[in-house]
């Protein structure tokens, strides 16, 4: 199993920056993919970035350029920085690890950006 642990969120002006974390333990050498998703209340929940095993990185349109995803293999984390902020971005922001046939997600992080 793995578990993930999210951190980071809170709220801030637009233009602003935030940092999230996405700590795993666990079968993690079983993971291939992890990506960032988010959610608002009435909206569909769409991914943001993803990284790969190959450390190649997507990003969402409404995302790229403001935001990056990385990680540190050491302390079997993922980051998101989020620089730029918009109040659109306004969210819970989850964590999700894949393997080839299973998906482990995060407890979700709140972000808010005011205008």
């Known amino acids: 199993q793995v578990q993930l642990v999210e951190s980071g969120g809170g709220l801030v002006q637009a233009g602003g920056s935030l940092r999230l974390s996405c700590i795993a333990s666990?079968?993690?050498?079983?993971?291939?993919?992890v990506a960032w998703y988010r959610q608002t209340p009435g909206k569909q929940r769409e991914v943001v970035a993803q990284t790969t095993t190959g450390d190649s990185v997507g990003y969402a349109d409404s995302v790229r350029g403001r935001f990056t995803i990385s990680r540190d293999a050491a302390r079997n984390t993922v980051y998101l920085q989020m620089n730029s902020l918009k109040p659109e971005d306004t969210a819970v922001y989850y964590c999700?690890?894949?393997?080839?046939?299973?998906?482990?997600w995060g407890q979700g992080t709140q972000v808010s950006v005011t205008s």
């Open positions: 999700c690890a894949m393997s080839i046939d299973r998906a482990y």
């Open positions: 666990g079968r993690i050498s079983s993971i291939n993919v």
